[in-house]
């Protein structure tokens, strides 16, 4: 796969596709004819036992299929039928070989766009319309120039032809667009840059599929080259099916009604002029409309970024422990937080009690009584002792001088651990009482020193 970025034209956009290569466009047509083949033979097989099977036999069927008579149904359902055959064929090898998305033999938006396909046919209507008055006033003004038209079909017949006219023939016009003009424009295009070589090379093909003269035939490359233009102008194929299908149709269901023959292989000066003021018209009201709506030319191609593994995010667990994969020395993200705020579990971990506040114990000073030793934790405060005052200074006198009463009580007792904390009853807990410290206890008041005399 190769990295593909940028803007593609109609004609580039099989180099649009990453796993494009220049040998695989041969080998779609390759494989397009072998399919086309299989299809076309089973397609004959199960016809010619519909004809056993019917009451006439094969032998009518036979003398259609010979003659090449276009006004006869079954040649004309067979001629339509063979070269409808060519959408699966080559959609089959597309899809074998690419390139993918399939739609993008369709347009550079990578499918039939609809609206547009439906606006496209509307102008080619209303221009052909205007083109068939123009060639009934000449018929009139050039008697010489005028094709005599073949004797009227019956009912059933004409029944049958405008029904082929008008449901079949427009996905005739539509597998000889997606041939000429989608596969070998792109594969033309994916070798040669300038678009004119992608126009002009499937003409000559395109010619000789049609067996005009040289007059007809220079009608029929008239309209290749338009057809090829205005898929390049616009982006896809819906403008030269919507003409195509369009010419086609008013051809055969004039020929349904026996104004036309639409067996004639002989072209003519007027037509051939009217046949170039039809495209020039046309391709003028169809450009006009495809800007003023905006509608894409090219394909716009954004290369994907190159994935790369994420990576392992430094996870704290608070008791040292630490998820697989992560590495040793990864240090929290917020180092000076609580252990359960950086880690991920919810149990929070018991806190050491904390020395009482206040300022720090001094050091015994001779001739002075020691403080009384803090009682233990939850024990009663030791009541205070009441003072005589000094008959020679008239100070209260302190304690008796020697040693403590008794021994102190002892260190604090260790912290009880508060339980865990439950999120679900309460999302928003107070968070866990902290065990009752020494506190602050009365004691004795501090006696005033020699430097300090009473007022």
């Avoid at 036979?62 to 040649?75: F, G, H, I, Q, Y």
């Avoid at 599929?209 to 982006?235: E, K």
């Avoid at 697989?324 to 050491?352: E, F, I, K, M, N």
């Avoid at 934790?377 to 005052?389: F, H, I, N, S």
Wanted: aromatic share 8%; net charge neutral.
């Amino acid at each position: 796969m190769r990295q593909v970025e940028g803007q593609y034209e109609f004609h580039r956009l099989a180099l649009s596709w990453p796993w494009h290569s220049w040998w695989k466009p041969l080998l779609t047509a390759l494989l397009g004819f072998v399919f086309y083949i299989v299809f076309l033979l089973v397609v004959v097989v199960a016809g010619m036992a519909a004809a056993i099977l019917s009451p006439t036999g094969v032998d009518p069927y036979l003398d259609a299929l010979t003659e090449l008579d276009l006004s006869n149904p079954v040649t004309f359902a067979f001629t339509l039928v063979s070269l409808i055959l060519m959408i699966p064929a080559l959609a089959l090898a597309a899809l074998i070989m690419g390139p993918r998305p399939l739609g993008l033999l369709s347009s550079v938006a990578g499918r039939i766009r609809w609206r547009w396909l439906a606006v496209c046919t509307g102008v080619a209507l209303a221009v052909f319309l205007a083109s068939l008055v123009v060639s009934t006033g000449i018929g009139f003004l050039l008697p010489e120039e005028s094709v005599p038209a073949p004797a009227q079909q019956d009912t059933s017949i004409l029944l049958v032809m405008l029904v082929l006219a008008v449901l079949a023939v427009p996905f005739q016009a539509a597998a000889e667009e997606y041939v000429f003009r989608g596969f070998l424009m792109q594969a033309i295009g994916s070798w040669l840059r300038h678009p004119a070589y992608a126009i002009l090379l499937p003409v000559p093909l395109f010619v000789l599929g049609h067996g005009y003269d040289p007059l007809g035939q220079a009608d029929v490359a008239l309209f290749a080259i338009f057809a090829g233009w205005i898929s390049w102008r616009t982006g896809g194929l819906e403008a030269a099916i919507a003409v195509h299908a369009i010419n086609n149709m008013t051809i055969f269901v004039l020929g349904a009604f026996g104004l036309v023959d639409v067996n004639s292989t002989e072209g003519s000066v007027s037509g051939l002029i009217v046949s170039a003021l039809t495209m020039g018209v046309t391709a003028v009201v169809i450009v006009r409309l495809a800007d003023r709506r905006g509608i894409d030319r090219t394909r716009t191609v954004v290369a994907l970024p190159v994935l790369q593994p994420a990576g392992l995010h430094a996870v704290h667990v608070g008791d040292g422990h630490r998820p697989h994969g992560v590495h040793s020395s990864s240090a929290p993200a917020y180092p000076d937080a609580q252990p359960w705020v950086r880690t991920r579990t919810r149990q929070p971990t018991a806190v050491p009690p904390e020395a009482p506040a206040g300022p720090p114990l001094r050091a015994p000073v001779a001739g002075r009584p020691a403080r009384q030793a803090d009682p233990a934790p939850g024990a009663a405060p030791a009541p205070a002792r009441a003072e005589t005052p000094d008959q020679d200074t008239g100070r209260p006198a302190g304690p008796p001088a020697g040693p403590p009463a008794g021994p102190p009580a002892g260190p604090p007792a260790a912290a009880t651990p508060a339980p865990a904390r439950d999120y679900d009853a309460d999302r928003h807990p107070s968070g866990p009482a902290h065990p009752g410290g020494p506190g602050h206890p009365t004691g004795v008041p501090h006696p005033s020193g020699p430097a300090h005399p009473a007022e």
